[in-house]
């Protein structure tokens, strides 16, 4: 008998309670997380004959080369080898009970948006491994799946999810609300950290100790405020001074960039900036064009903003915005503006203006040269998990530099994503050929 890790046998307790229907378990590295998965598929399978469980993860090759070695190193030490057999073409174990464990990709592939393979699946139960890996909709498809012979077992939904720290849906939706004590009963969270596991080697903690900081904050600390995904564009101090910025003094021209409601959003966001400063942000509901061009026209006379230092996001209806407001306009995927490079002019290697006004954006923010008077801690939380998907795609490719697009933001943190455009949009001033002059004027 196999001797459990305490933080295991507290996960164990929930996943055999009668109200837990999801946990998330892990927090750091070497905490037993994938072991502990794969021990509870283990006492199901043998002790429900008949039922049927899913081992998952973002990709079914990376969960044959991980996960599942460590299931079958498991049984070899259990001596429960001889109770199962593994089919690789089918991507199932069968045991002599009846029970299965289906081996399932979780990625979000293009063709298959609404995960509609999984649509057939009836299971008893799943074990998601590097759950944060995987979209927040293919989790709840998954838990929507677990109906399989509960009512015959006496059981309920049983989702188990094992990931390191991250910022996404992992983080808001259990982190998060676990660290504020706000935690919904169906759902459980427990941190493990290394230093939980005795059976570790000390070679190997000394090693987590001697990664870089965010790696080391993450996978020997645990802590979830920290990213070390190296196509971010902003790490979390940069952020939080964001939000402090008593190294920068509003001064000199205002502006307002505007983010207009479209389909799939419910606000329209204006932010009113002085200098490099945002001195104040308001939202207004899905509205009519009247609303939106009336609310631009009050805080323009507010704030003493001229026509021509206003812009409105064209896309959609936003272009209305900006035919009735006569103000600039900002078309995201139109091809990036030419930067100042001395004396002249040159292209610059970007897909499209929103990745060029972005990346720029996110300099100023890392290089402490932008910041946001905020006092509002939901706000401030809402625009720090945007900007911490910021990030660049195909890093590892050359050709022009783009941003993740919005599509995959929503993936990663459970929602649209709807401030970052009325932030980035404030570079777009600093790409004028004017906007030196201005600047020195006082325009």
Known sequence: MMKLLPKQQHAIWYLKDSVTEELLYGGAAGGGKSALGCLWLMEMCQKYPGSRWLMGRSKLKTLKETTLNTFFELATMLKLSPQFHYKPTE??????????????????????????????????????????????????????????????????PKLLGSCNPVKNWAYKEFYKHWREGKLPAYRRFIQSLPADNPHL???????????????????????????????????????????????LTPQGVKYMTID?????????????????????????????????????????????IALSNILADEDGVGGGVVDFLRCKGFVNNSAPLEMRQGDTYVKPNFDNLKSQCSIKMAEMITNRHAGELCHDPTLMQTVTEEMEQVKLKDIDRDGKQGIIPKDRVKELIGRSPDEWDSIMMRYWFALRKDYSARVRVGL
């Open 201 to 247: 080697h000390h070679s190997y903690l000394q090693s987590l100790l001697r990664l870089d900081k965010n790696s080391r904050e993450r996978l020997y600390y645990g802590n979830w405020e920290y990213d070390d995904d190296p196509a971010t564009l902003i790490d979390h101090d940069a952020i939080t001074d964001y939000f402090n910025p008593a190294h």
């Open 91 to 156: 991507n199932i174990i069968y045991w002599k009970n009846g029970s299965q464990i289906l081996l399932k990709d979780l990625f979000h592939y293009p063709s298959d948006p609404n995960f509609d393979s999984l649509g057939s699946l009836e299971i008893t139960g799943a074990f998601i491994d590097e759950c944060s890996q995987v979209a927040y909709q293919a989790w709840q498809i998954v838990k929507s799946r677990i109906r399989y012979k509960l009512t015959e077992f006496g059981l309920i």
């Open 260 to 304: 207009v409601a479209r389909k799939g959003r419910d606000k329209t966001v204006f932010r009113v900036w002085h200098g490099w400063v945002c001195i104040a942000r308001y939202a207004i509901a899905r509205s009519g064009l009247d609303e939106v061009v009336g609310r631009a026209k009050i805080l323009q006379s507010k704030y003493g």
